[in-house]
Structures are given as C-alpha cells and as structure tokens.
C-alpha cells in the first residue's frame, strides 16, 4: 500500500501564490510519477502536473509557465509552486503517486485551493 500526506492548500488573492506538498510513504519502491490532477465543481479531473522518479516534468496546459513541480526523492515528497494564481485554478488538488511498473495509482485525499477575485 501506499499512502499520501498532501498539505498546503487554502485561500489567496488573484495573483498570489501557494506551495503545495505531498509526502508519500508505505510501498514505494521502484520507478514512479508523483503529481498532482485538480477538479472544480461540475468538471472532469485534470492533470495539473507530474514529475518521474528521475526528473522529468509534464504540465496541463492552464499552467504551464505559472506552476513548477519538483521533488526530493530522499524525501519521497513532491512540491507544487503555484504562482499567479487565478480564480479559476480554484479547485480540489489531489496528488498522484503512480507506480511506473504497472501503472497502478494511488490517490492522496485532496486538499482544497480557492483563489478569490
């Protein structure tokens, strides 16, 4: 099993920014992707940003050049800066631990962003 510590989220202005982290733990051993997927009321879950075992990064469009993932595999914790933030990043943050192995994921308990205008 794996389990997945998230925290960081809350509430900041338009144009703020927020440093979200998770930290996983249990059977995590072998290749990985670490993230982060993000859904708002009344939408599908989307991907927000991701980050391999050995570095390499893939973000959603909608953040591409305002967020930046990172990780310390020592640590086994993933980062999210999210910087000029806006309203519509407003949403649930769920991180991401998949094994690369056999694609299974695991899923942390989200932690809430609301950006107000």
């Known amino acids: 099993q794996v389990q997945l510590v998230e925290s960081g989220g809350g509430l900041v202005q338009a144009g703020g920014s927020l440093r979200l982290s998770c930290a996983a733990s249990g059977s995590i051993f072998g290749g990985n992707v670490m993230g982060w997927y993000r859904q708002a009321p009344g939408k599908q879950r989307e991907l927000v940003a991701t980050?391999?075992?050995?570095?390499?990064?893939n973000y959603g469009g909608s953040v591409k050049d305002r967020f930046t993932i990172s990780r310390d595999n020592a640590k086994n914790t993933a980062y999210l800066q999210m910087n000029s933030l806006k309203p519509e990043d407003t949403a649930v943050y769920y991180c991401l631990w998949r094994r690369i192995f056999n694609g299974s994921n695991h899923w942390g308990q989200g932690t809430q962003v609301t950006v107000s205008s």
């Open positions: 980050i391999t075992s050995a570095g390499s990064t």
